[in-house]
């Protein structure tokens, strides 16, 4: 049996959902978020480093860790879309950015989650790519994706993406993270 997290701070008053028993015990409570929040996750090794060089996955630096994964499986279960980048699905093309893909123990679990707060059952997964150079075949794209690119990319990319894939672009000096929020929102 796994032991429950710890919580070191906490501010008061935060909104908090109900999690199912299994969820509860092992994050040691419940967990929320306001409506309309971006949040990042990302994990640091001990002396600090929280990114490599491009061809390192980023699974390095946590070495796996189970607990790191359980959290990031809960995260992506409130998640209404997770937003990674192009160099991100480089580095690790054969993953999903699912709860049940990061964390498949609690896969049931994550999945009540979801639909206890009437989400869809996997969250839609964000691609940004400025060149829109990706691979619409990967794993990631099975069940549809947001790539949120150029306009120039976008209008390349729109006639190779799998059914329920689409290409959103921007004029190249609007794509910023504020403006891709937006499309996101």
């Known amino acids: 049996m796994q032991m429950a997290m710890r919580t070191l701070f906490e501010l008061e008053g935060l909104p908090s959902s109900h999690l199912p028993d299994v969820l509860r015990g092992r994050y040691a409570g419940d967990l929320g ?3 309309q929040i971006a949040y990042a996750n990302f994990v640091t ?9 491009p061809e390192t996955p980023p699974s390095v630096i946590s070495g796996k860790s189970d607990t790191d994964r359980f959290v990031m499986g809960l ?18 093309p054969r993953h999903r950015w ?12 994550y999945s009540e989650l979801r639909t206890a707060r009437g989400l ?18 990967l794993p990631a794209f099975a069940h549809g994706a947001l790539i949120v690119t150029t306009d ?32 996101v929102r």
């Open 33 to 35: 978020f306001p409506a």
């Open 45 to 53: 090794s001990l002396d600090g480093i929280a990114a490599l060089d």
């Open 75 to 92: 995260l992506r279960a409130f998640a209404d879309a997770v937003v990674v980048g192009a160099e991100t699905l480089r580095a690790e």
């Open 98 to 109: 699912t709860p049940a893909h990061i964390y498949p123990g609690l896969s049931a679990e």
């Open 120 to 137: 869809q059952p996997e969250p839609q997964l964000v691609l940004l790519s400025r060149s829109g150079d990706v691979e619409p075949s």
């Open 152 to 183: 120039q990319a976008a209008s390349r990319l729109r006639s190779s993406l799998l059914a329920g894939g689409r290409a959103i672009g921007l004029p190249d000096e609007a794509l910023s993270v504020s403006n891709v929020l937006r499309v």
